[in-house]
Nanobody, 124 residues
Framework: QVQLVESGGGLVQAGGSLRLSCAAS????????TGWFRQAPGREREFVAA????????YYADSVKDRFTISRDNAKNTLYLQMASLKPEDTAVYYC?????????????????WGQGTQVTVSS
């Protein structure tokens, strides 16, 4: 069983940056692939980015490509999402997720463990 706790959310102006962190415990972090999802008010949860177990392969939603960077530090059991050039439409609750297996995935149903989420608000 893997527990995930996100941090680093907050209020930022458009064009600004934030770095989200997700601390994992209770399992072998290096044996799971991980990802970030987000959910805006009134909308379904959507894929943002994913990374395989080693960090060598990453995947991004088109809406965040070239602005967001996903990474992980297996020695620290931590997943990151560096967000730059933020836009008001990036406002959402951001969730980290982990799945048994080494490959990253873009579908919600592929993930087995979820954090509680951290709010990101981008003002215009």
């Amino acid at each position: 069983q893997v527990q995930l706790v996100e941090s680093g959310g907050g209020l930022v102006q458009a064009g600004g940056s934030l770095r989200l962190s997700c601390a994992a415990s209770g399992g072998t972090f290096s044996s799971v692939a991980t990802g970030w999802f987000r959910q805006a008010p009134g909308r379904e949860r959507e894929f943002v980015a994913a990374i395989n177990w080693s960090g060598a392969t990453t995947y991004y939603a088109d809406s965040v490509k070239d602005r967001f960077t996903i990474s992980r530090d297996n020695a620290k059991n931590t997943l990151y999402l560096q967000m730059a050039s933020l836009k008001p439409e990036d406002t959402a609750v951001y969730y980290c997720a982990a799945r048994r297996g080494f490959r990253g995935a873009t579908a919600l149903r592929e993930y087995d463990y979820w954090g509680q989420g951290t709010q990101v608000t981008v003002s215009s």
